[in-house]
Antibody, heavy 124, light 107 residues
Framework: EVQLLESGGGLVQPGGSLRLSCAAS????????MSWVRQTPGKGLEWIST???????DYADSVRGRFTISRDNSKSTLYLQMHGLRTEDTAVYYC??????????????????WGQGTLVTVSS | DIQMTQSPSSLSASVGDRVTITCRAS??????VNWYQQKPGQAPDLLIY???HLQSGVPSRFSGRGSGTDFTLTITFLQPEHFATYYC?????????FGQGTNLEIK
């Protein structure tokens, strides 16, 4: 059974930093791309970053240059280092396992399994 | 960025009903759409990928259709556990944007 367990959320002041972790189990971690998705009551679900099994990274414009996604395959753990936090970064942050499938020889991606989320609150 | 517009934003239905939720992309995205279900206090669950392919373990009451810019999620014979919020997501290109959600409520 796939399990994803986020940690590291909390209250931080604007301009501060925080590192989120996501411990994975139940699958071959190194074989899968992993994503971070956040959710706010006002903006709904927002994909923010993905890292491939070979460490290729992708970011939403809203976090590029401030957030860094990384992974440690030896520990089956995904990270999100967040700097320069803003009040609008307040959200529940989910890590998710990304699957790639190819029905009809076209590659499709989806976030198949999600953690329970960790709340980040940016406030003075 | 590709915008995903869901309708309706909320929907009231009864157990046993058939409902359809629509998602429209701001540009053609072929079949690159996923659908998720989210219950209060829980993470989203993948229902459908590639517009019409059922995720393993998802009952066949759920079905998806569409290509290009217009997509639908249909749930037949609504059960109490289906009352939740549903989101579409485009997987065509980054940023992988979501619709704003459809809150399915019991009438």
């Amino acid at each position: 059974e796939v399990q994803l367990l986020e940690s590291g959320g909390g209250l931080v002041q604007p301009g501060g930093s925080l590192r989120l972790s996501c411990a994975a189990s139940g699958f071959t971690f190194s074989s899968y791309a992993m994503s971070w998705v956040r959710q706010t009551p006002g903006k709904g679900l927002e994909w923010i970053s993905t890292i491939s099994g070979s460490d290729r990274t992708d970011y939403a414009d809203s976090v590029r240059g401030r957030f860094t996604i990384s992974r440690d395959n030896s520990k089956s753990t995904l990270y999100l280092q967040m700097h320069g936090l803003r009040t609008e970064d307040t959200a529940v942050y989910y890590c998710a396992k990304r699957s790639t499938r190819s029905p009809g020889n076209v590659i499709y991606i989806s976030e198949d399994d999600w953690g329970q989320g960790t709340l980040v609150t940016v406030s003075s | 960025d590709i915008q995903m517009t869901q309708s309706p934003s909320s929907l009231s239905a009864s157990v046993g009903d058939r409902v359809t939720i629509t998602c429209r992309a701001s540009q053609s995205i072929s079949g690159y759409v996923n659908w998720y279900q989210q219950k209060p206090g829980q993470a989203p669950d993948l229902l459908i990928y590639a517009a019409s392919h059922l995720q393993s373990g998802v009952p066949s009451r759920f079905s998806g259709r569409g290509s290009g810019t217009d997509f639908t999620l249909t749930i037949t014979f609504l059960q109490p556990e289906h009352f939740a919020t549903y989101y579409c997501q485009q997987s065509h290109s980054a940023p992988y944007t979501f619709g704003q959600g459809t809150n399915l409520e019991i009438k």
